[in-house]
């Protein structure tokens, strides 16, 4: 029966896919902007790399835009990431505009292109730590964690994770709540200084955990920006850059 040799195919694709994925070099969690660009940069030098997303659908707060309205905003310099990435913008008041569907398809279609394998409907509930490091991340299917059920995770081991998971940082969460980190909250919008605070704080919580993106703002207690996401790929490539270093890959 031909449904049945379908289900077999996706059977057997799927768990083959799973089970390449159980040893990575980077584990991200969150398929926001940051979380994709790290994993696209990071996949770009060679790396191993897997994104786990919660949602049915990765791309995080790209494709809603400011307030629905689905254009987003970033600043001139990320004008050549965008070209390489060949998403099309135009430009005004200093400012590039980019539709957000654009943009997460062709953030989405690049990352995964270059390798990156990326596990939505797929929840981070913890992490794994050998000897005082994270060494991995604790997975479950999304909806568990949505109904509240009972079913025990299972673990992908990992030389690096990063926390891409916008403004609950819910990894490093996971940590501060244990009282291995401190973590300091969101302050309220200014996106002047929220994009470069971004990047700078961009980097290494707690050994083999480091934080990208919006988690960034949470963890170091920086203010929120708003719909410009310039911040969230410069942040995603510092991550990427700081891991390639620590993982001494060539560039
Ligand atoms: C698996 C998880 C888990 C988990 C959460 O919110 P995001 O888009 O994250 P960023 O930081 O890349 O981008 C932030 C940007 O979208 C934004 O909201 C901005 C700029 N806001 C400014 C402002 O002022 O509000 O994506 C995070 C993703 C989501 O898709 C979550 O579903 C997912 O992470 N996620 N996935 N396991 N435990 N927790």
């Not at 809603?64 to 099309?88: A, Y």
């Not at 990326?118 to 981070?124: D, E, T, W």
């Not at 000897?131 to 079913?151: E, I, M, S, Y």
């Amino acid at each position: 029966m031909r449904d049945v040799t379908i289900s077999k195919l996706i059977l057997d694709s799927f768990y083959g896919k799973l089970r390449s994925c159980l040893e990575l070099d980077v584990a991200v969690v969150g398929a926001g902007p940051s979380g994709l660009v790290a994993s696209y940069e990071l996949a770009k030098k060679g790396l191993k790399v897997a994104v786990f997303e919660e949602r049915n659908v990765p791309g995080g707060g790209i494709w809603g835009g400011g307030m629905m309205f689905n254009e987003i905003v970033l600043e001139k310099e990320i004008e050549d990431f965008l070209r390489e990435l060949g998403v099309r913008y135009s430009e005004r008041d200093g400012h590039l505009i980019v539709d957000s569907v654009h943009f997460a398809s062709a953030l989405l279609y690049r990352a995964t292109e270059k390798g990156v394998v990326v596990f939505n409907n797929v929840s981070v509930e913890d992490v794994a730590m050998r000897d005082g490091r994270v060494c991995g991340v604790v997975v479950n299917w999304g909806p568990t964690k949505r109904l509240g059920l009972h079913v025990d995770p299972i673990t992908v081991k990992a030389e690096c994770v990063v926390d891409g998971t916008g403004h609950p940082a819910s990894v490093v969460t996971l940590l501060a709540k244990r009282g291995l980190l401190q973590m300091k909250t969101e302050f309220p919008m200014n996106a002047e200084e929220a994009e470069p605070f971004v990047v700078e704080h961009t980097g290494e919580v707690f050994p083999g955990l480091f934080v990208t993106g919006m988690a960034v703002c949470a963890v170091h207690g920086g203010p929120r920006m708003g719909p410009i996401f310039g911040g969230m790929v410069l942040s995603g490539v510092k991550v990427a850059r700081m891991i390639s270093e620590r993982l001494k890959v060539k560039a």
